[in-house]
């Protein structure tokens, strides 16, 4: 096998390093893939300040694409659409891998099984590698749900199908039927983008989208959604759904009185420990409101996400919320541009 070049992350304040290690050879079940284009997401700018805590030494980096370069024995012949797999494939797969067997795995909750393996969060160790995309090399484990992508997605939009598209395709999944209903996406970073995109495309009424930024509510316009708001009483009326991504409490709380009757909220930005939420009961049950948490995704989440992508690449410009001018060699630089500017994304080209 060939060497590979990644970049080691071993503590906060510390510049991440760039080392050069053989590859090993492939295990059962396992795929090569060389990396083109890695996104950062946000958790992996909270483990680069030290917000988030994360095994280390690791190679952060989990929103990633590349094609499939070997094939190790027993691997899968084909990706979750069905389709045949082979060499020279660009691919998109799940930031996890997970035991089909586990009883959490059969619920269809996958990204629960025990002993789950997560890409771009595992140690680096003598016997584990390459794990991460911020690596010129992927290899993926065993029972990772993976697509081949068509040519008409860039690199740049294909490494955010695997994170934010596809917890947003599960927030809608549990959502349930979109259409002719009046959904409020609380939030309006890449998830909230996202979701404002799917929910307009999915046949809402009308999408709304709350946050405190004005610059990202004007972008969300530009992605489906058609009211805006700072505060949830700025839009003077009530929401048959609401996918709440910021994970504020204030925001979360409030926002469940402006459901209507029958109303869903689904909450997936609540990821980092936080005080205890007052809810009142009694509002909850007359009102028959449904509150759904969401952790990550499933595999027919990441199918689609996928063909969310292909169907709307023309439709919307998800392409010009990635920054994408750096590499390996300037990763540290990328880092420090994501934290100080704060755009969508920050794409490194894997060379």
């Known amino acids: 096998m060939s060497n590979s070049i990644y970049a080691r992350f071993e503590i906060p304040g510390k510049k991440l390093e760039l080392i050069e290690e053989e590859l090993p050879e492939l295990m059962g079940g396992e795929i090569l893939v060389k990396n083109t284009f890695t996104t950062l997401c946000r958790s992996d700018l909270?483990?680069?300040?030290?917000?988030?805590?994360?095994?280390?030494?690791?190679?952060?980096?989990?929103?990633i694409t590349g094609y499939i370069v070997a094939f190790g024995p027993d691997c899968p012949k084909f990706d979750n659409r069905g389709e045949k797999l082979k060499i020279g494939d660009r691919i998109t797969w799940a930031?996890?891998?997970?035991?089909?067997?586990?009883?959490?795995?059969?619920?269809?909750?996958?990204?629960?099984?025990?002993?789950?393996?997560k890409y771009g969060h595992e140690q680096i160790t003598e016997s584990s590698n390459f794990h991460g995309g911020l690596s010129q090399f992927t290899i993926i484990r065993k029972h990772t749900p993976l697509v081949i992508l068509k040519n008409?997605?860039?690199?740049?939009v294909a490494a955010l199908i695997n994170c934010s598209v596809a917890t947003m395709a599960a927030?809608?999944?549990?959502?349930?039927?979109?259409?002719?209903?009046n959904v409020l996406?609380?939030?309006?970073?890449?998830?909230?983008?996202?979701?404002?995109?799917?929910?307009?495309?999915f046949g809402a009424a009308?999408?709304?989208?709350?946050?405190?930024?004005?610059?990202?509510?004007?972008?969300?316009?530009?992605?489906?959604s058609k009211y805006t708001g700072n505060n949830v009483s700025d839009f003077n009326k009530k929401f048959d759904i609401i996918i709440e991504t910021s994970g504020v409490p204030e925001v979360m709380t409030n926002s469940l009185q402006h459901l209507e009757i029958g109303g869903i909220a689904v909450w997936l930005g609540a990821v980092f420990p936080q005080?205890?939420?007052?809810?009142?009961?009694?509002?909850i049950v007359r009102n028959l409101i449904t509150i759904k948490g969401l952790h990550n995704y499933n595999d027919f989440d990441l199918v689609s996400a996928v063909d969310f992508i292909e169907r709307n690449y023309n439709v919307f410009d998800f392409e010009?919320?990635?920054?994408?001018?750096?590499?390996?060699?300037?990763?540290n630089e990328a880092f420090d541009y994501a934290i100080d500017q704060n755009p969508y994304r920050v794409g490194i080209v894997i060379p």
Not at 152 to 156: G, M, R
Not at 185 to 201: C, F, Q
Not at 206 to 224: C, E, P, Q
């Open 171 to 181: 927030a809608v999944r549990l959502a349930g039927d979109l259409r002719n209903k």
């Open 275 to 283: 005080a205890d939420l007052k809810i009142n009961a009694e509002f």
């Open 320 to 331: 010009k919320l990635i920054v994408g001018d750096f590499n390996l060699q300037s990763v």
């Open 95 to 117: 930031i996890y891998a997970s035991n089909p067997e586990d009883p959490n795995s059969k619920k269809g909750f996958p990204q629960k099984a025990k002993n789950i393996f």
């Open 185 to 201: 996406i609380s939030g309006a970073g890449m998830l909230g983008i996202v979701g404002s995109a799917m929910a307009s495309t």
């Open 152 to 156: 008409i997605v860039s690199d740049h």
């Open 206 to 224: 009308a999408v709304s989208t709350l946050d405190i930024d004005n610059k990202r509510l004007k972008v969300s316009k530009l992605f489906g």
């Open 46 to 63: 909270y483990t680069y300040k030290g917000v988030r805590k994360e095994k280390s030494p690791t190679i952060l980096g989990h929103e």
